[in-house]
């Protein structure tokens, strides 16, 4: 995956996070993943959370489905571990994360 921009948020940017907000990218509450929970179950937390983000990702999935895909190649995945460091944002190079990738990766200034 390419981050097309790989700056980290700012935590203390009202505007940055009222932009998120206002892009269904944002949650105020904690979250908890469980380090048992496989690609998928993760995959439905965050349908629930992000709504818009999710809807958008399979119009776009779907409108180049027929233009890309090929008979029997793997479909990608719907979403990436992101890492960071400093204010810099990087993918993590795990195609499906699990529970475990994510704890192993949480953390300040990990993975986002």
Request: aromatic share 8%; net charge positive.
């Amino acid at each position: 995956g390419v981050i097309r921009v790989s700056k980290a948020p700012s935590k203390n940017s009202l505007n940055e996070i009222q932009a998120m907000k206002n892009h269904g990218c944002y949650v105020d509450e904690q979250v908890t993943f469980h380090h048992d929970w496989s690609y998928s179950r993760i995959t439905q937390l965050l349908r629930k959370l992000f709504p818009k983000v999710f809807d958008y990702l399979d119009m776009e999935r779907s409108r180049n489905a027929s233009s890309s895909q090929s008979a029997g190649q793997d479909e990608k995945p719907v979403w990436r571990l992101l890492n960071k460091s400093g204010q810099v944002l990087t993918v993590v190079d795990i195609v499906c994360p699990t529970g475990t990738d994510l704890a192993k990766h949480k953390g300040q200034d990990k993975a986002s």
